[in-house]
T-cell receptor, first 116, second 114 residues
Framework: AQKITQTQPGMFVQEKEAVTLDCTYD???????LFWYKQPSSGEMIFLIY??????QNATEGRYSLNFQKARKSANLVISASQLGDSAMYFC?????????????FGAGTRLFVKA | DAGVTQSPTHLIKTRGQQVTLRCSPI?????VSWYQQVLGQGPQFIFQ???????GRGNFPDRFSARQFPNYSSELNVNALLLGDSALYLC?????????????FGPGTRLTVL
């Protein structure tokens, strides 16, 4: 069954340090996309980074990188040089193709707290 | 360029009533998806529409229905409201709804059922 697991309900990180948010997924589809979103307390969902199932290189977007380990079905988000504005909920999501009914499944989220 | 817009922003209904939520995608986007986000949880997929046809459906009862119009805007309808339907309803648009298409989310509609 399609599933996204985020095992860290909350994480603390010191400002300017790097932090890794964990995400594992389960799918029988060969073609899928993995996404990370940030949701501040204001509620809007902000796209951060995307990794395709056939991409061989790990995705990077500025301070965000995705550590994609396909055999282990993990897609961890790494935030480098944390900033106070990074404090928010972070969601890992997977979108499947035709086989999976074009569903997008979200994890339960990880709340990140950045300390000054 | 305008992002994804949703209306209304907030809505209060009573049990048993019906509600219609509206979404306008980013210009040029042909796919719209709907999600329900209960407080403290991740969004739950409800529907995906592409080119006015339903292409994906999550595990929601038949009380939930949606449609997409020729201009690619979309409506989500919920009948016979229950207290448990209280949530933030998010709409997201993407170019074609494919696995590699980034989704852009609207600000959501906060529904409260009393």
């Amino acid at each position: 069954a399609q599933k996204i697991t985020q095992t860290q309900p909350g994480m603390f990180v010191q400002e300017k340090e790097a932090v890794t948010l964990d995400c594992t997924y389960d799918t029988s589809d060969q073609s899928y996309g993995l996404f990370w979103y940030k949701q501040p307390s204001s509620g809007e969902m902000i796209f951060l980074i995307y990794q395709g199932s056939y991409d061989e290189q790990n995705a990077t977007e500025g301070r965000y990188s995705l550590n994609f380990q396909k055999a282990r079905k993990s897609a961890n988000l790494v935030i480098s040089a944390s900033q106070l504005g990074d404090s928010a909920m972070y969601f890992c999501a997977m979108r499947e193709g035709l086989t999976g009914g074009f569903k997008t499944i979200f994890g339960a989220g990880t709340r990140l707290f950045v300390k000054a | 360029d305008a992002g994804v817009t949703q209306s209304p922003t907030h809505l209060i209904k009573t049990r048993g009533q019906q509600v219609t939520l509206r979404c306008s995608p980013i210009s040029g986007h042909k796919s719209v998806s709907w999600y329900q986000q209960v407080l403290g949880q991740g969004p739950q997929f409800i529907f995906q529409y592409y080119e006015k046809e339903e292409r994906g459906r999550g595990n929601f009862p038949d009380r939930f229905s949606a449609r997409q119009f020729p201009n690619y805007s979309s409506e989500l309808n919920v009948n016979a409201l229950l207290l448990g339907d209280s949530a933030l309803y998010l709409c997201a648009s993407s170019l074609r709804g494919q696995t590699n298409n980034e989704q852009f989310f609207g600000p959501g509609t906060r529904l409260t059922v009393l």
